[in-house]
């Protein structure tokens, strides 16, 4: 489960997250939409621990995790994928997804995840993360990176963002798999959709 209790945060003077309460009870799956600017990517990046807020308290598992690192929420469980998905240069797609899972992973394996976010395991486990990926392709694999952990509870900020129309309704079947099958918490935060709401 994570909580959050009045959580605040400015940015240049400016209220980015006012008073913020939000509970989240395991097996999960909750979508978050809002317009630009609206403060999802900061809501997401503060549980991770990326930034800090400047006032309130985090629980995750019952345990306060308000002044935990960003290393230390991970090994917790909480995983995290970003909007914009980071280049590696020199590392292949199957060194991100093995060092993702945390333990030793056959290609046979990284490729039955790569398959499953839409990629033909063939002709990507063996790449490099590089500038030859396009952006959609790059989402993607991150994806599967964060599939491969297989975290208490992850986030999602934007996985839509710079892939096709597959992307929208696979992704959720994507992501109802990975509640299904692991049985824990999973948070998505869309794009601003105004019309949009999933929540099961």
Known sequence: MLELKDICFT?????????????????????????????KSTLAKIIMGIEK???????FD???????????????????????????????????????AGKDMTKMEACDILSKVGLCAKEYVDREINASLSGGELK????????ARNSKLTIFDEPEAGIDLWS????????????KIIKRNYIDYFSPRKNFKYCR
């Open 11 to 39: 940015r240049d003077n400016k209220k980015i997250l006012n008073h913020i309460n939000l509970k989240i009870d395991t097996d999960k799956f909750v979508v978050i939409t809002g317009p630009n600017g609206s403060g």
């Open 53 to 59: 807020p400047d006032k309130g308290q985090i629980l």
């Open 62 to 100: 019952n345990k306060d995790i308000t002044n935990l690192s960003v290393d230390e929420r991970a090994k917790a469980g909480i995983g995290f994928a970003f909007q914009q998905p980071i280049r590696f240069k020199g590392i292949t797609v199957y060194d991100i997804i093995r060092l993702s």
């Open 140 to 147: 993607r694999i991150e994806i599967a990176s964060v599939v």
């Open 168 to 179: 929208f309704s696979n992704l959720i079947q994507i992501f109802e798999a990975m509640r």
